[in-house]
């Protein structure tokens, strides 16, 4: 291929070299590694407590921090919710697993693999019957054994029938 010019080349070398770093980016930080599964709907009576659990699936391979992690620069896994018209009475995470990777010298406190987190409602004596759909919020940084992906959200969507008295 012939250039007309030094600076064709350049602009053509440019080209080449942004979309080759927008690629291994994407390769760093466009990798799936945990899915949550959609919430099954729930529902329940005024004046009553709600369970939903929300499952989580890493990739094999990675982890991520607990939601209690051992050193204050770890991101812990933090699941929130936009409850209304409920009241969130808790969030109840698993046990997590201690592990020891190269990137860290003492153990830390993981979740692996496919585990639960399990969040508590109550329906208030007011809240208006039928279906409706809460918002919450999974943040997470999941890491392998040698290097971590940048932090991410994931929404998590909870179907919810509030039945009539």
Known sequence: MAFKSC???ARLMAAFLLLSSACIMKGQTGVQVLTV???PRISGAR????VAPVTVQLRKGYHVN???PEDEYLIPLALSWDAAPLELQQIIYPKASRAKFSFSEKMLSVY???FDIISRFRVPAGAPAGPLVISGRLRYQACNDTMCLPPRNVEVRLPVEIRPD
Not at 47 to 50: K, T, V
């Open 7 to 9: 600076s064709q080349a």
């Open 66 to 68: 607990s939601n209690t």
């Open 37 to 39: 599964a959609a919430p």
């Open 47 to 50: 004046n009553s407590i709600l």
């Open 112 to 114: 692996a693999g496919t």
